[in-house]
């Protein structure tokens, strides 16, 4: 590292004028502050908001004039943020700041600490904050005038200071603007180090901005039960698939007076899966698995699965395609295509297979009785579910898939006869109120 | 995405990271097996103490294994000479030149974890944690932990949190190094489940200059999630270059004949539990795919 003594000897200094200039100009605010009618608390002009902590500095630093702390650019954030940590306030700070003094003394300083307070006011995603950030800067003063300045990198805390200011920008995934572009040039002319990661953003962002083959819409749905959709439909990787919403979230209020809260249930389940499922047989038991964990963004949703082992291989038999499906074009080809000697487009490997799948659905609470009750909801379409034993593993934390080696232990099994609760749930349901898509068959069933 | 650190600048007390430290990856941690590689000069956390002791130092002397290691490396030597005389890679050179699918790392029980190194944070002083295990019935890999971005209060730190996984680079008869050769292919295959996480897949090559000791060719892993399984077919035009996870300006396209290793990575700052589970990772050629690069060489000094 090169030498620090210069750089630390100036901002000692920087620090004590800093400490003379706020008193200084904490008695020149005190004066005003008599002019406007200052008996009561409210706050009658952003001017005089903000000029009430200094007032009351001033009176401590007239009292204890010997101590000589050190006072760091956080210091106004951390006055104001004992207020109220919003944008406005935000930027009342940075406009104290700015009006303090034409030459912006210690403006570096304030820059790296108003980047490390944002998150904590809420603006680490605003480019308007930025660039009012970036305007803290004196403007043409660090532009570099000849060649030897232009080569000796002019100003390098400074340039050093604005490229952070775009990092900030860049890992939050913030596109800097016209605006932004403009206050660079002004303030540290062209070809310099800030305006050149102005360039590389420019460059990289809209490059990676669409790379996302499984896109989620920014900002998240807020109400569960849409989260829920949107993310069912993401990992049912089939666009036929329906959602189902068996039950939305309520509260019900019972004769003693507490309150319970049922939580949603949203189901998923394709076509595909229907086919496979009525195919199963109903000697094997299917299971109810998870929760297993899905990250959208920041956020970490579960959902549950219930699927079957795989069928032993005495038991496959071959899928016979019928001719009549379809009479657009023909389902099974018996064509030899003359491949070429090696031009295979299969990898090598052993096809997994890990027994279907027959539905996902998404809960707030995973227990058995709301997974029953997403069971029994299924159960309309899939009446062979009926007849099927139904295995719950339910454990907590993150796991894969469950294997066929593992062992049922400790997991509880449902009621095998299931014809007596099918009248129960659907007749005095009144939640499944909402229902996307094809009507259910059932309804015959429901009077 | 920065430029190389203007070093001039004392710190001046403020907290300054000269790396970004997400996709570095120095040390090995063990595995199931546990083997501390033999690094040079590791990578030393900020406060720590020089080590003083004498490189020799570090090997272990013992008999039995190195006659085990004798053994193992003549072997290999045995079979390199034979291989040369069956055709190019050890394979017969209709199929070296006709092959269109390699499958390069297959899951399938706990030797094939043998291969692979992981790593996290947790080096350089975070809260990560990783951890590689079989998936079930011993048919896939599953590599799961904890993400935590609270960056190591060591005063030079800025960001943290990022957990890897890293092939370990395929050795010869008596540890020399072999290289991967993709030439012939041009598109990555990759048969994975995950949690609906962004990864990162870093592909290092062998170069040249120390200087280039750090590059990698990264591109983006975006999982679905849910229980079915993902193929993610990345071409290999696709990767930039980048050096310690800063994205370099001087763009040029992964060259296939001497590829050291690939890698996985971690680092979307949301904190909490991950599970990544792949099934197998192969190459092939593509023939509808032509792009020799995606991004553009552009000038080196650009206008504004």
Redesign the interface.
């Known amino acids: 590292?090169?030498?620090?003594g210069p750089?630390?000897r100036m901002?000692c200094s920087r620090f004590l004028l800093q400490l003379v200039r706020s008193g200084r100009t904490a008695a020149q605010r005190g004066s005003l502050l008599l002019s406007p009618s200052s008996g009561q608390q409210f706050r009658c002009s952003p001017a005089s908001a903000k000029s009430q902590p200094e007032h009351v500095r001033f009176v401590n630093d007239n009292d204890t004039k010997k101590t000589k702390s050190l006072v760091t650019q956080e210091d106004l954030f951390e006055q104001v943020a004992k207020e109220s940590k919003t944008k406005a306030t935000f930027n009342q700070v940075i406009d104290v700041f700015t009006k303090r003094d034409i030459r912006r003394r210690g403006h570096v300083?304030f820059i790296?600490a108003a980047l490390k307070k944002m998150p904590e006011f809420g603006v680490e995603r605003d480019l308007t904050v930025y660039n009012k950030l970036l305007d803290v800067f004196p403007k043409e003063v660090f532009v570099p005038r000849n060649f030897i300045q232009r080569m000796f990198?002019h100003y390098?805390?400074q340039?050093?200071c604005g490229?952070q200011v775009?990092?900030q920008m860049?890992?939050y995934g913030i596109m800097p603007n016209i605006e932004t572009?403009v206050l660079l040039?002004q303030i540290f002319g062209?070809?310099s180090?800030p305006?050149?990661?102005y360039?590389?953003?420019m460059?990289?962002f809209p490059?990676?901005k669409h790379?996302?083959?499984?896109p989620i819409p920014q900002p998240l749905p807020e109400d569960a039960v849409d989260l829920a959709v949107l993310?069912l439909t993401?990992?049912?990787?089939d666009l036929d698939a329906k959602t189902t919403v068996y039950q939305l979230p309520f509260t019900d209020i019972t004769e003693s007076g507490e309150e319970i809260s049922f939580p949603h249930i949203v189901g998923i389940q394709s076509p595909n899966q229907m086919e496979l499922l009525a195919k199963h047989n109903p000697n094997r038991p299917v299971f109810v698995e998870g929760p297993?964990?899905?990250?959208?963004?920041?956020t970490?949703v579960y959902?549950y699965?219930l699927?079957a082992d795989p069928t032993p291989p005495e038991e496959k038999e071959e899928e016979v395609y019928d001719p009549e499906r379809c009479f657009y074009y023909p389902l099974q080809l018996d064509l030899d295509l003359d491949r070429d000697?090696?031009?295979?487009?299969?990898?090598?490997?052993?096809d997994?297979d890990e027994g279907p799948?027959f539905a996902?659905c998404m809960t707030s609470r995973g227990d058995q009785t709301t997974l029953n009750q997403w069971i029994s909801g299924l159960q309309q379409n899939n009446p062979i579910l009926g007849r099927i034993p139904t295995l719950f593993r339910l454990d907590a934390?993150?796991r894969?898939?469950?294997?066929?080696?593992?062992t049922e232990a400790g997991h509880s099994h449902r009621p095998h006869p299931q014809s007596q609760r099918e009248d129960g749930p659907p007749a005095e349901d009144p939640e499944v109120a909402v229902e996307e898509e094809k009507p259910r068959r059932s309804q015959g069933m429901k009077q | 995405m920065s430029l190389p650190t203007i070093s001039r600048v004392p710190a001046s007390g403020l907290l300054r990271s000269i790396r970004d430290l997400r996709w570095l990856l120095r040390s090995i941690a063990p595995l199931a097996t546990p083997r501390r590689a033999l690094t040079q000069m590791g990578y030393r956390r900020p406060g720590q103490p020089r080590e003083d002791k004498p490189p020799w130092w570090r090997v272990k002397f013992d008999l039995s294994k190195g006659l085990k290691g004798m053994k193992r490396h003549f072997t290999l030597l045995k079979e390199e000479f034979f291989a040369q005389f069956i055709g190019p890679m050890g394979k017969p050179i209709i199929e070296h030149m006709l092959e269109q699918n390699q499958v390069l790392w297959e899951f399938r029980g706990p030797h094939s974890l043998q291969e692979w190194t992981i790593s996290c944070d947790r080096e350089i002083g975070g809260k990560s944690e990783i951890y590689l295990k079989v998936g079930r019935n011993n048919e896939t890999c599953l590599l799961y932990g904890t993400l935590c971005s609270d960056p190591p209060k060591d005063g030079e730190t800025r960001y943290s949190g990022y957990c890897t996984m890293r092939a370990k680079q395929p050795l010869a008869s008596f540890d020399r190094k072999r290289y991967h050769d993709w030439s012939s292919f041009n598109t990555l295959h990759l048969r994975i489940r995950g949690d609906g996480r962004p990864w990162m897949i870093n592909v290092i090559a062998e170069t040249y200059y120390t200087h280039q000791k750090d590059d990698m060719y990264s591109y983006f892993l975006y999982t679905r999630g849910g229980p079915y399984w993902q193929d993610v077919k990345i071409p290999f035009s696709k990767f930039f270059l980048a050096h310690r996870g800063r994205v370099q300006d001087d763009q040029h396209e992964l060259w296939l004949d001497k590829i050291n290793a690939i890698g996985f990575t971690l680092g979307d700052k949301a904190d909490g539990p991950f599970q990544l589970e792949i099934d197998f990772i192969g190459v092939c050629k593509d023939y509808a795919h032509t792009e020799d690069f995606a991004y553009e060489k552009y000038k080196r000094n650009p206008e504004v």
């Open positions: 590292n090169v030498s620090d750089a630390d901002k300083e790296y990198n390098p805390r340039q050093e490229v775009l990092e860049e890992s572009k040039v062209e070809k180090h305006i050149r990661k360039q590389r953003i460059y990289w490059k990676f790379v996302n083959p499984f993310s993401r990992i049912a990787n297993f964990p899905l990250w959208l963004k920041k970490c959902y699965i699927r000697l090696g031009d295979e487009e299969n990898f090598d490997v052993d997994l799948v996902m934390g993150t894969e898939l469950e294997g066929v080696a593992d």
